[in-house]
């Protein structure tokens, strides 16, 4: 169900409505409060998960060259980087994208965005362009949320084969980050963002045959906001290297 040409024309007439008033704020808002109360707690306990896991993995390689003290630096580095923006952007492909496309989809077959059309309202900006703008303004938030709680199962990781102190922790990590650091993994998180709700607008509206069409746009939806996602995330850390900011 995806074509470069479709999309494309997608993603222009997207930029286009963006721009023009009447602007749908209360539903952008609507989808913008959708998107963190859908996410919030599987991306903590994922986020969390993994901060444990991180330090867990790390920590014997880090001890046996002597470098234990540098575990905070290291697990900070290491979420805020990658896995933070990455584990976030992809809970949210399979939660927040497969939602938005099997909505429109089943919209589109039961024929209520042509209805919509009829009765003079617009439904590419109700529908699409508040949806992609909430998905852009909010997985960028999602993911300093799910850094933070990250963070926090990092020192949980660190305490379970030690004492340490939090305020030590934290202070360390705060020492040793950079804005080199933050900066790439923001512009990751708004493109991933933005990747996810155009292209799972981008399949739901424009769903064809019935029930089986929507789950098959639902499917490609989800899969290729995946592969969108890891090859962001490939672009973004090269270019992040060509200009020595990483």
């Given at each position: ?23 749908e ?10 998107v ?8 903590g ?7 444990i896991?991180?330090?867990l ?5 880090l ?34 994208g ?149």
């Open positions: 169900m995806f074509t470069a040409a479709g999309q494309t024309k997608f993603l222009f007439r997207y930029f286009k409505e963006l721009f023009i008033p009447p602007f704020w209360n539903e952008t808002f609507n989808q913008s409060f959708a963190i109360f859908k996410s919030f707690i599987p991306s306990i994922t986020a969390f998960v993994m901060g896991v991180i330090v993995q790390s920590r014997p390689s001890v046996e060259f002597g470098a234990g003290a540098y575990i905070p630096s290291m697990a900070a580095a290491t979420i805020i980087r990658e896995v933070g923006p990455l584990i976030t952007a992809l809970i949210c492909a399979g939660n927040i497969s939602g938005i496309s099997a909505e429109l989809g089943s919209m589109k077959i039961t024929e209520q965005i042509d209805a919509m059309e009829v009765s003079g309202a617009n439904p590419f900006k109700f529908l699409v362009v508040t949806r992609v703008t909430a998905c852009t303004l909010m997985i960028p938030i999602l993911v300093i949320y799910a850094d933070g709680i990250s963070l926090l199962g990092a020192y949980t990781g660190a305490n379970i084969k030690g004492e340490s102190s939090i305020y030590l922790f934290f202070d360390q990590i705060i020492e040793k980050l950079k804005f080199n650091d933050v900066f790439p993994a923001l512009i990751k998180s708004v493109l991933f963002g933005f990747t996810i709700g155009m292209v799972s607008c981008y399949q739901g509206f424009n769903s064809q045959n019935g029930t089986v069409g929507v789950g098959k746009a639902t499917n490609a939806a989800v899969l290729s906001s995946l592969l969108f996602i890891i090859i962001i995330d490939m672009v973004v850390v090269q270019i992040a290297n060509i200009f020595n900011i990483l």
